[in-house]
């Protein structure tokens, strides 16, 4: 085995009067090697990162993400691995202090330094830590881990605990250990045990940094910040600080709390020696305010603390928080049939638009950092304001809450549960219970997380309490005393355990809710839509038409989507060119639902015709998601505040495939994405049809009247005006109003339904806004085949501003740039006659050689 010296050394370090006190982090991430336990050639590895990214990297396996290959490395998770390295440390052995610092071990790991075993670990979702100041040595420490295998483990925790646990999605059958279920005996993703949105591949290895902290005299463990009290005017707020600091020696120390860059607070605290709690409270005047994406500026403020002894520092931490608050609001409603079910920010309603996030790997330590910022960001970009963390996935890094708090993207968040029933053995409920606090408590200062929830789809499909909406998924499987036992635990878990960590944990009020969907506490119901959150899937898992959206509105739609395909450059990066085509082996594998590709094409032939090309067939599948989506979006808006939010299962994928995702596994946009940001701009108008009826509703997410004109003008296809309609609009704040309704077969006047549209306007001083309404299913629709000219208005940094124009209606035009559409500042938009608009895309070359780069296609192509 080869040595080698680390490569990051970070020293942070604090000044005050002089004095300098340093506390160093060193990232242990080269010189690794592993190899299956006990046998063969040690090979290179990559820490952090997983066994099955090592064996790829040393071309000991294909990659699993191409085609079918997943199936032929079902063998890895059966062994035990092994990974080493030799590293100095002469800093930290040097200190008074250190600690070694897994961040992520997946998942039954033995670890030794020099030789001594320094932890045992069984939670993929935990930080491990281990005092190893008196093995540490300055040259040559050699740092072992050893890793069970999780599928032989998981086996033998089914065998113990006696009763088989049953849920949805483990596909045992491809891992080779049969109908078994093991994933809710062990704390990892649930999502690699084989879902629908992803292949069975259970992980092993060093998946998150490995860190060697040292110090001397003392450190601040945890530094919390967080907003103890607002006034309802914004006038004043109250900061709490509670700093968890251990120090060497009994004695006065000096403790200063900075916030926004000034000093808040000074005083003088009697220490002993160990760990120390230290409270603190100031405060702000005229804060400025943490506001949700939308809804104002998502403020953050620097937070730090110093705590010095006879005017020397001692210990120092820094952090950031954002002033807000945070509420679930439950009303009953005046006819007692139901209880409004919504978030309040800073004591305001607010109409919480957004998707559901599944972890952007499943081969995890490898992602590319970007990936993070592309997804809130672009969330952001398309006027959403809310992200759901999934629990069938995991607690993501700090950075993807920094970019939550700084876009302003709250954070509805899952703890770890989904899908099935879990263990009710007290070694269980401490393992979890560590795991939740510490989680909470490494989140808890993020200003982004609006609310922790028990788990994902457990009380639903379980369905104790008598909902008659569906019946229970897995009751069958048990005897009335395994029920009841069942039952039990899933209430000891989900309502006693984790609301107590929660409420043990934040000092603010933070909601728990614990279970999604759930309509309210330990209650059954005829109908999920009166109150609580609600997952509704009769629209793609039973089939039902999208339509149906416009109906079934819940108090919170907490889940909902419809599958449409990546675009062709996303599929040959994974699918041979001979298996481009609808039910291959590559395309059935790479499906995000067994029920397969005819429930996509099922759903576009409903309201599209089916192309022969297999390029159009991806094209019109992305059109049917994203028109599907908006009906849905519109829907929950339209019904607001019966509604107050709207949630899309998914934003992203964890693999390449054919997902509900609005932003496939490469960071391509899909036409769902793209069509959000006018389905969820802060200003709506969305017109819709029921029998002979139109209703034409405009929709305000904003905090302020409105006073404008709504426009609806019928015209052609080929931009003919037929008639004109103006209402002056008043809209109060938070408000859906109905501004129009009129019939369908009066506003057409004898005009050809199937060649028509309505063009839906609404102007303000601050305001504009638009929607098309068509009066028939597109399939039905006579579409002209527009002129569409492409030029070259300009660049924009790297981007070239591409003008887009046309005669006739352009119908869903999706344009490509050397052959992709997903990286475009807007796309998959319908341009009306005679109009044009400008796009940006990355490219390079002379304005000629830009356009002979683009291609289109438009629906009346079909």
Excluded at 34 to 58: H, I, S
Aim: hydrophobic residues 35%; neutral net charge.
């Amino acid at each position: 085995m080869k040595k080698f010296v680390i490569l990051f050394i970070c020293v942070v370090a604090l000044f005050e009067s002089g004095n300098v006190v340093a506390f160093t982090k060193q990232e242990i991430n080269v010189g690794w090697e592993f190899r299956q336990e006990n046998l063969g050639e040690w090979m290179p590895a990559k820490v952090p990162g997983v066994v099955q990214t090592d064996l790829l990297e040393n071309k000991k396996i294909k990659d699993p993400y191409y085609a079918d290959n997943y199936k032929s490395i079902q063998w890895v998770d059966k062994l035990n691995w092994e990974y080493r390295t030799v590293f100095d440390a002469p800093e930290a052995a040097a200190k008074t202090h250190a600690r070694l610092v897994f961040e992520g071990l997946d998942c039954y790991a033995t670890v030794t330094l020099n030789g001594k075993r320094i932890l045992i670990t069984d939670n993929m979702f935990r930080t491990w830590t281990a005092d190893v100041k008196n093995i540490i040595k300055p040259k040559g420490n050699v740092l072992h881990v050893s890793f069970e295998s999780p599928s032989q483990r998981g086996l033998k925790q089914l065998s113990d605990f006696g009763l088989r646990l049953h849920g949805y999605n483990e596909h045992g059958m491809d891992g080779g250990i049969g109908d078994n279920e093991i994933r809710f005996f062990q704390r990892k993703p649930g999502y690699q045990y084989g879902w629908d949105l992803t292949p069975r591949i259970i992980t092993v290895g060093i998946w998150r940094p490995v860190i060697l902290e040292s110090w001397d005299e003392g450190r601040v463990e945890n530094l919390y910040a967080y907003t103890k009290s607002l006034e309802r005017n914004y006038t004043k707020a109250e900061i709490g600080t509670k700093i968890t600091a251990n120090v060497d020696n009994v004695g006065s120390y000096t403790v200063s709390v900075n916030f926004g860059g000034k000093k808040v607070k000074e005083s003088v605290k009697e220490l002993k020696a160990g760990e120390n709690v230290i409270e603190e409270s100031f405060v702000v005047e005229n804060p400025k305010l943490w506001w949700p994406n939308g809804a104002g500026t998502p403020h953050l403020y620097d937070v730090s603390v110093i705590i010095a002894k006879d005017g020397k520092e001692v210990a120092s931490s820094v952090t950031r928080m954002g002033i807000r608050t945070t509420a679930i609001k439950r009303v009953d409603d005046a006819d007692g049939k139901g209880t409004s079910f919504g978030i309040e920010v800073n004591y305001k309603p607010i109409f919480c638009k957004g998707a559901s996030y599944v972890p952007c790997e499943v081969l995890l330590g490898r992602e590319n950092p970007k990936i993070f910022e592309w997804v809130v960001k672009g969330m952001a970009e398309v006027n959403m304001n809310m992200v759901r963390i999934w629990g069938g996935g995991i607690y993501e890094c700090d950075h993807f809450y920094d970019l939550c708090d700084e876009y302003g993207l709250m954070v509805w968040h899952d703890f770890m549960f989904a899908c099935g029933m879990y263990p009710d053995t007290k070694e269980f409920y401490d393992n979890v219970e560590a795991e939740a606090k510490q989680n909470m408590v490494r989140l808890r200062n993020h200003p982004s997380i609006m609310l922790w929830c028990g788990n994902n789809e457990v009380e639903g499909p379980w369905n104790p309490y008598g909902s008659t909406w569906e019946a229970s998924k897995w009751q069958h499987y048990y005897n009335k005393e395994e029920i009841a036992r069942l039952t039990k635990g899933m209430e000891d878990l989900f309502y006693e355990k984790l609301d107590r960590c929660v409420k043990e944990t934040y000092s603010d009020n933070m909601p728990y809710w614990p279970s999604s969907p759930l309509p309210g506490y330990k209650i059954g119901v005829e109908s999920p839509f009166t109150q609580g959150d609600h997952h509704y899937w009769k629209v793609w898992h039973a089939q039902h038409p999208v339509d149906n959206f416009n109906t079934y509105v819940g108090r919170f739609m907490s889940e909902y989507g419809v599958i449409g395909f990546p675009e062709l450059a996303s599929m040959r990066n994974y699918t041979p060119e001979k298996d481009l085509w609808l039910h291959s082996t590559t395309m059935d594998v790479h499906n995000g639902s067994w029920k397969g590709n005819e429930v996509v094409m099922k759903y576009v032939k409903n309201h599209f015709k089916e192309p022969e090309s297999f390029e159009k067939k991806v094209y019109v599948s992305q059109v049917m998601q994203g028109e599907a989506m908006v009906i849905a979006m519109e829907a929950h808006r339209r019904n607001m505040p019966w509604c107050q939010g709207s949630l899309i299962w998914q934003v992203n994928d964890c693999w390449p495939c054919n997902s509900w995702a609005g932003i496939d596994f490469y960071g391509y946009w899909k036409a769902m994405h793209y069509n959000m940001r006018q389905a969820c701009a802060p200003v709506l108008v969305a017109p819709y049809i029921h029998g002979d009826t139109l209703d034409v509703f405009v929709v305000s997410d904003l905090y302020r009247n409105l006073k404008g004109v709504l426009e609806l003008t019928l015209m052609d296809f080929s931009g003919k005006r037929l008639h004109s309609v103006r209402e002056n609009v008043s809209l109060s704040s938070m408000t859906s109003k109905k501004v129009v309704a009129t019939s369908v077969k009066k506003l057409l006047n004898g005009a050809d339904k199937a060649a028509t549209m309505l063009v839906c306007k609404f102007k303000s001083p601050a305001v504009q806004v638009s929607n098309i309404l068509y009066f028939d299913l597109v399939k039905n629709l006579h579409l002209p085949r527009p002129d569409i000219h492409f030029t070259v208005q300009g660049f924009d940094g790297e981007d070239a501003i591409i003008r887009v124009s046309t005669d006739n209606l352009a119908k869903s035009i999706m344009v490509k740039y050397k052959g992709e559409a997903g990286f475009f500042s807007d796309n998959f938009f319908d341009l009306l006659p005679g109009q044009s608009r400008d796009i940006k895309v990355k490219a390079k070359g002379t304005s000629e050689e830009i356009i002979r780069e683009l291609t289109y296609i438009t629906m009346d192509q079909m």
